[in-house]
Nanobody
Framework: QVQLVESGGGSVQAGGSLRLSCTAS????????MGWFRQAPGKEREGVAV????????YYADSVKGRFTISQDAAKNTVYLQMDSLKPEDTAMYYC??????????WGRGDEYNYWGQGTQVTVS
């Protein structure tokens, strides 16, 4: 089993920046592809960005390309999401997720991910 722990959410004004972190309790190939989803009230869960530990990616939702950057520190089993030029429509609960294998196939489908964090709130006003 793998536990994912997120941190870094908060409130920020439009145009500001936040950085989210997600640390996995251990590395396993069952959590090789890691990244971020988000869900706003009344909306469906949306894949934001993912990358894989060994190769492949990153992959981004069109709505965040050019503003968000996903990266990793493999030694710390940690994935980061740098969010710049934030907009009110980025307001959501952000969840870290992980699954086995690579990220290329159906990366935005949440039901293909085995592990989830508890979520961290991002509010942009």
């Amino acid at each position: 089993q793998v536990q994912l722990v997120e941190s870094g959410g908060g409130s920020v004004q439009a145009g500001g920046s936040l950085r989210l972190s997600c640390t996995a309790s251990r590395y396993t190939y069952t959590a090789n592809c890691m990244g971020w989803f988000r869900q706003a009230p009344g909306k469906e869960r949306e894949g934001v960005a993912v990358l894989s530990r060994d190769s492949g990616g990153p992959y981004y939702a069109d709505s965040v390309k050019g503003r968000f950057t996903i990266s990793q520190d493999a030694a710390k089993n940690t994935v980061y999401l740098q969010m710049d030029s934030l907009k009110p429509e980025d307001t959501a609960m952000y969840y870290c997720a992980a699954r086995s294998g690579g990220c290329a196939s159906n990366w935005g489908r949440g039901d293909e991910y085995n592990y989830w964090g508890q979520g961290t709130q991002v509010t942009v006003s």
